[in-house]
């Protein structure tokens, strides 16, 4: 069995050249300040991307824990949405009456918090320096690039700001934690029990956000691979991995091994992974020269090799075309924003360390900046300076307007967009807002939301589309309709009505 890396060292003990307790203090003090940022973020919680599907998953559980159907749409079929997690926010949901609002945002809270423990721990597999932990928290926030990326899964501070109560923040919170327990349990005797948990642990992770246990799964392998454990282990490790296979094979909300051959839209979507590619992660190539400073005192450096794993997948995917495999970036970011944080306490001598640590400051610096427009999820966009207002990305407006009228089930006709938000409430629409491999008849019901909404449908064929799927109300903007069948009720931000059918 491999022994701790040499830079681990008990609590209390120093390394050679440490920073004071007063130096060290600088960044968590920074740290404490991007937190308390994201507490106030959650109690606006903003609404962007896709918390309306998660809104709209809790409402579903909330009402049917067994059997809640499709999440967006009138239909008997299973979805990817139910995980773990959000079945117990479902329960949650039901047992206290809260909104699904309040829910999110508890929800924003124990993520926040399980991430923040979890990068702690493991952190500490990788150094005993008191502001190692407070650094990487700085690193896996700003040291991206000078352009934003907004994406589940990524922890960038304006994605995170937007995603924090999704359950992507919640999964990353258990890989963290799985890779803390994993390297430990390489490090020193673990019972059965240890690694079975580690085996539920990590089956959970990929129920809870699929991409982000991808990520969690390359990472543990990392992990693994560089320990070289003693053959007694493998034992421990297989038993491990069934389990996790068990869980996964058994879970009854839907079939987690049918996902892998989901294709087609997916990749499409996440084309825009790969896009503006050196903008928005330049900066991180600090820790991708840190990372090369660690295999070079060390070739079975973990960060190393989870670095070299998460970028063999994601170049993978670039060349092949299989562009959703670009989720597994963080694979490769994590590793290198991590190494960054630690090299700046750990390098030797002292004169390296210095350079490296104003290198990594400006570099911070930079990212904060770029990423200043989160302030504004606060304070709202007109009190944010015109430099910070361009990197702004206004949140959505709700569809609250229609709740008087519309009630939970009820079936709505709207485009695309209006789509995403509605079912938040608990009204189904017509066609899916996003793409939903389990749902078979998917095409055709987006083609009955285009031929409704397009000007040429004869007015017959129109009641028919509303009559096929029950459709009750309909959510349109532009000029108002004046079709027969509908009765104006309600209107909205931005041109928009809500029309009542009148069967």
Request: net charge positive; aromatic share 12%; proline share 7%.
């Amino acid at each position: 069995m491999r022994a701790a890396p040499a830079e681990v060292r008990p609590a209390g003990r120093a390394a050679p050249g440490q920073v004071t307790g007063r130096r060290a203090a600088a960044p968590r003090l920074a740290a404490a300040l991007v937190v308390v940022l994201l507490l106030l973020v959650i109690a606006r919680l903003p609404w962007a991307g896709d918390l309306g599907m998660h809104a709209a998953t809790i409402e579903r559980l909330r009402h049917n824990l067994m059997h809640p159907g499709n999440p967006l749409v009138a239909a008997d079929t299973p979805s990817p949405y139910y995980s773990p997690w959000m079945v117990l926010l479902g329960c949650v949901a039901d047992v206290t009456g809260l909104s699904v609002f309040v829910v999110l945002r508890l929800a924003a809270l124990a993520g926040l918090g399980l991430l923040l423990t979890g990068v702690w721990r493991y952190v500490r597999t990788l150094s005993a320096h008191r502001a190692a932990p407070a650094l990487a928290v700085l690193c896996l926030v700003l040291l991206w690039g000078t352009a934003l990326i907004n994406w589940s899964g990524f922890l960038a501070l304006n994605s995170l700001a937007l995603t924090v109560s999704y359950p992507s923040v919640f999964a990353l919170g258990l890989a963290f934690h799985f890779w803390a327990s994993l390297t430990r349990a390489l490090r020193t005797p673990t019972g059965w029990g240890g690694w079975l948990g580690l085996g539920a642990l990590w089956a959970v992770t990929l129920l809870c956000h699929q991409f982000t246990g991808v990520v969690a799964t390359l990472g543990g392998l990392a992990t693994v691979l560089v320990a070289r454990p003693a053959p007694a282990l493998w034992p421990r490790l297989g038993a491990s991995a069934a389990l996790g296979l068990l869980v996964l094979w058994l879970w009854p909300y839907y079939d987690f091994f049918a996902l892998s051959s989901a294709g087609g839209d997916l990749e499409e979507v996440h084309r825009a992974l790969y896009a503006h590619f050196a903008r928005r992660y330049w900066l991180t190539l600090i820790g991708v020269a840190a990372l090369g400073r660690r295999w070079r005192r060390d070739r079975w450096d973990p960060l190393a090799a989870f670095f070299l794993l998460g970028t063999v997948v994601c170049l993978a995917g670039w060349a092949s075309g299989h562009y959703s495999w670009g989720r597994a970036l963080p694979a490769a970011l994590i590793p290198a924003q991590l190494a960054a944080a630690v090299e700046v306490v750990e390098a030797r001598p002292r004169a390296v360390r210095k350079r490296w640590a104003w290198v990594l400051a400006g570099a911070l610096a930079l990212g904060a900046w770029t990423q200043a427009g989160v302030i504004g999820y606060v304070v709202g966009r007109q009190a944010l300076p015109k430099a910070l207002a361009v990197d702004y990305t206004p949140p959505w407006a709700g569809y609250h307007w229609i709740t008087p009228y519309v009630r939970y089930g009820d079936v709505v006709m709207a485009r695309a967009f209006p789509s995403r938000l509605i079912p938040a409430y608990g009204p189904y629409t017509v066609a899916p807002g996003y793409p939903d491999f389990f749902l078979p008849d998917e095409s055709r019901r987006s083609d009955a939301v285009e031929r409704y909404f397009a000007r040429g449908t004869p007015g017959a064929e129109r009641w028919d589309l509303l009559r096929q799927y029950g459709v009750r109300w309909v959510v349109d903007e532009g000029r108002p309709r004046r079709d027969p069948e509908l009765r104006p009720v309600a209107h909205g931000p931005g041109g928009q009505a809500l029309y009542a059918v009148v069967r």
